[in-house]
Structures are given as structure tokens and as C-alpha cells.
């Protein structure tokens, strides 16, 4: 059955500022028939969205984005038909995310080492439950408030990207071990806004080590990347993905791109399926 879905969306239970039952919402009003729930290094937000889904007639495939580093910068690995309620699952998730709150902390303190009044308190008084996630845009919606900077954008160019002055990135796990992760816990393993890295030799080591797909459109891919990633993907047998990486809305516009806006291939949930049901089948 073909659909219309978009795979790449944040809520509330990570760095997105919309519960998972609007983005479930967003996606009805959009017209789309299935909507993947990929928050950063946790599944909290999943059994939410799909209770709604039972009222919108939306499909919610559950996902996970996987933070990982490879030289020197993160690399985000989308985990879908992730086994969520699975215990073993949930605790490889929580070690991410302490990596994600250690390099928290050493932001802060970099920041402070800057003269910017910024607490670690202040920060995570936006966690709401144990699995909330606190990340970058957590501490740039600080900075704005503190009045250091104006926007989001701002933050991270001055501040919090590879380039800023806070920034800093602690020893984590491998893309490889990533995919290994997914993988092991019978997901399917796709490798996230591959333009974002602008390094093709590492794109293509994921890809020989065993990726199953690339996300192709993503709003942070131009339109000859799009084309290269379309070809190595057709070279390499992976699966064509596709999503907005919708946060929820920063002022009044959406963050990355409004929920529906980029959308997988038509084919593609049944493709993930298949490889998902085939891997729990294997054992």
C-alpha cells in the first residue's frame, strides 16, 4: 500500500516543542497517511502518538535518531520500527543519552568561561519526565532569553555549532555502532541529512558497512545532493527515505521545515516494513 509519509519528526519528549498527539495531528491535516516519531536518543514520546493514531487514522511508525561522532562532528543515524517498549532497548538509549547530558555541562561551563550567565539549572528546567531529552536548542532557547543572541540560527553560529565557541563534543559511540544498534534490535537503520556532514567518503563507509537507506529529501540537502544520494542509492540497494525533520516552531516558523513539507517515496514504509519483519524473523 502505497503512502504519504514523512519520517523525520521531533516532539517534546526531545528538543521539538509540539506533544507527539499535534505532530500525529499535523500530519492528518496534512493529508498524509503515516508519520515516523524519530526523537534524539529516546522513544518516550512514541506511545503517545500512536494513541492518537488510533483517533486520526494517521499510521505512526516508531523511530529514534541515534546520536553519534565521527570525525569530530555528529553523525545522526534514524532507527524505524524500533522495538520502543523493549527494556534492553531503552536502557542503550538512557547510556546516549548521559553522553548528551555530560556534553551539556561541558557546553555550559564554556559558555560561562564566556562571561554569559548561563546555569545548567536553568537550562533543564525545560525536562519534563526522565526520558526528556535536553539538547543544543534547549540552551540556544536560553541564550535568547538571557538576550546573548536573537535567534536560534544565532546561537548556533556563534555558539553552540562545530563552529561556535561553546562548542564541544565528548567521546560517544560510532555511526557504525549506531547502525549496529538498530540493527541488533531489529530496526532499520537509515542514515540521517547525509548533506549536513559534507563528507562523502564517510557516507560512503556507513554505506559499505551496512546501512539500510538514506534519507534523500531532507530540507538540509540541495537539490545535487539530492540526485547524488538518489544514484548510490539505486549503486547500493538502500531504501529512499524522506522527512522534514520537523522540531515544532521557533516564534512563529516551523523548525527545520513545517511537518509535511519533505516526504518519503510512496513505496517507502512498506520497504522498511519488509526489512524490520525480515530481521525480526532472522532473530
Known amino acids: 500500500m502505497k503512502k504519504r509519509a514523512d519520517l523525520h519528526t521531533h516532539t517534546t519528549a526531545s528538543d521539538g516543542t509540539c506533544e507527539p498527539a499535534e505532530n500525529v495531528r499535523l500530519a492528518r491535516e496534512q493529508g498524509l497517511s503515516a508519520i515516523?516519531?524519530?526523537?534524539?536518543?529516546?522513544?518516550?514520546?512514541?506511545?503517545?502518538?500512536?494513541?492518537?493514531?488510533?483517533?486520526?487514522?494517521v499510521e505512526v511508525i516508531p523511530g529514534v535518531e541515534v546520536s553519534s561522532l565521527a570525525r569530530g562532528q555528529d553523525i545522526h543515524v534514524l532507527g524505524y520500527f524500533v522495538p520502543y517498549a523493549d527494556s534492553s532497548f531503552q536502557e542503550k538509549l538512557a547510556g546516549l543519552r548521559e553522553t548528551r547530558h555530560e556534553r551539556n555541562k561541558l557546553m555550559?561551563?564554556?559558555l560561562r568561561e564566556l562571561g554569559i550567565p548561563i546555569t545548567l539549572e536553568s537550562v533543564y528546567r525545560r525536562k519534563q519526565g526522565t526520558d526528556k531529552n535536553i539538547g543544543r536548542p534547549h540552551i540556544a532557547e536560553e541564550l535568547i532569553e538571557l538576550g546573548v543572541v536573537s535567534s536560534v540560527e544565532e546561537a548556533f553560529e556563534k555558539y553552540l555549532g562545530k563552529e561556535g565557541a561553546a562548542y564541544v563534543n565528548p567521546p560517544r559511540i560510532t555511526p557504525q555502532e549506531a547502525i549496529t544498534l538498530i540493527r541488533q534490535a531489529g530496526?532499520?537503520?537509515v542514515l540521517a541529512h547525509p548533506g549536513l556532514y559534507n563528507d562523502d567518503e564517510l557516507v560512503q563507509q556507513l554505506i559499505a558497512f551496512g546501512l539500510d537507506g538514506i534519507e534523500v529529501y531532507h530540507p538540509d540537502n540541495s537539490e545535487a545532493q539530492r540526485l547524488?544520494?538518489?544514484q548510490w542509492a539505486k549503486e547500493h540497494g538502500l531504501v529512499v527515505t524522506g522527512g522534514s525533520d520537523f522540531h515544532g516552531w521557533r516564534g512563529e516558523e516551523p523548525f527545520?521545515?513545517?511537518?509535511?513539507?519533505h516526504l518519503a517515496l510512496e513505496d517507502t514504509v512498506?520497504?522498511?516494513?519488509?526489512?524490520?519483519?525480515?530481521r525480526r524473523a532472522q532473530g
Do not use: F, N, W
Open 36 to 57: 515516523a516519531i524519530t526523537d534524539h536518543d529516546t522513544v518516550a514520546g512514541i506511545p503517545q502518538a500512536l494513541e492518537a493514531a488510533a483517533a486520526q487514522g
Open 108 to 110: 555550559i561551563a564554556r
Open 187 to 189: 530496526g532499520v537503520a
Open 228 to 230: 547524488k544520494y538518489l
Open 256 to 261: 527545520h521545515a513545517m511537518l509535511g513539507s
Open 270 to 278: 512498506e520497504k522498511l516494513r519488509a526489512i524490520a519483519e525480515r
